[in-house]
């Protein structure tokens, strides 16, 4: 019978292709106080200040590229005859770029599919409306000058983007997906944030095998039964293909 996977990223996974991860040397909270940039708290006092730190990421992501780490999950995911939930906590648009450059994930990647690309956090390309709450596209900078394109009403339009204190998106959908997998392995991350860093316990807790692939053991190491510790681009490439063996 097919087995079901799934598979969290983190900024590690991004890392390769120019984008800074958030807590280690160089880490955008080494540059920006997360308090500042980060919470909805900093958004209320400080708007302009929140959209320049978003601003910014949305122009590095246009000269960044999907990884060859993002390319094999594409192909895994496109050969993977269970379900398989990918959920990542960037905000970058890798994962989907290189699932664009797979045409069997485009057409899969539908509610009703097999296969489906969840971002937890939100989306560097996407707006909101504080106001109206509908979400838009979003490719230019973003300041407190915008109308919302809905209902109009000026100063409201943020960054589609989970903050601290802020309920992640789709947990219902993941939480289900955790509990019905067969496989879980997580890439990328440093297990500092909740609710991510508890999926390992939720999928184990339910007999799903739980592998880890990072650059360094996470803080949640231990509760995985496989670590594999280096760069991205070599041991996703690596797992992919021993999966797609047993596909
Ligand atoms: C490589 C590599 C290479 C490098 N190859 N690897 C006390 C206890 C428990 C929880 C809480 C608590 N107090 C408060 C909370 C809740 C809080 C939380 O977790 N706080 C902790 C800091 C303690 N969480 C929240 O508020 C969340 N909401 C919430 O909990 O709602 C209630 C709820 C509960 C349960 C169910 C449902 C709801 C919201 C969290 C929002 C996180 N937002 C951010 C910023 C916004 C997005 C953005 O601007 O991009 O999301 S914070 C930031 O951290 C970002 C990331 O997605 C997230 C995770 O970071 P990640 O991906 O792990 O990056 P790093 O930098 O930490 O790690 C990178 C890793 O890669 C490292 O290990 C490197 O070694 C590795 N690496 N290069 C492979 N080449």
Redesign the pocket.
């Known amino acids: 019978m097919a087995k079901n996977l799934v598979v969290l ?5 991004s ?2 292709s120019g984008l ?5 040397n160089g ?3 080494h540059q920006h106080r ?1 308090e500042d ?2 919470t909805p708290e900093a958004f209320a006092r400080n708007p302009e200040l929140v959209h320049t ?2 601003n910014m ?1 949305r122009q590095q992501l246009k000269e960044a590229h999907p990884n060859a ?1 993002h390319h094999a999950l594409a192909r895994l995911a496109a050969a993977w005859r269970g379900d398989f939930l990918l959920v ?5 648009d890798l994962h989907e770029r290189a699932l664009a450059s797979c045409p069997p994930c485009a057409e899969e990647n539908k509610p009703e599919g097999r296969f489906r690309l969840l971002h ?3 989306e ?1 390309k996407k707006a909101r409306c504080g106001a109206c709450e509908e979400v838009f596209a979003w490719e230019e900078n973003l300041s407190t000058a915008h109308l919302c394109p809905a209902c109009r009403l000026a100063g409201h339009m943020r ?1 589609h ?8 998106l789709e ?1 219902a959908r993941i ?1 289900a997906a955790l509990r019905a997998c067969d496989v879980f392995v997580s ?12 999926f390992v316990h939720e999928a184990s807790g339910h007999g799903a095998h739980c592998v880890e ?6 803080l949640g190491a231990s509760l995985f039964h496989e670590g594999r ?8 490439p690596e797992w992919v293909e021993e999966m797609l063996r047993v596909a």
């Open positions: 990223t983190g900024a590690g996974i890392a390769e800074a991860t958030f807590r280690g880490g955008l909270w997360v940039v980060a730190f978003y990421r780490a990542t906590q960037n905000v970058d937890m956090h939100g560097l960054p983007i989970v903050w601290f204190g802020e309920m992640p947990m939480y890439i990328g991350t440093s297990g500092n944030v909740y609710p991510a860093a508890g692939l990072n650059m360094e053991r996470s510790y280096g760069a991205a681009t070599q041991r996703v």
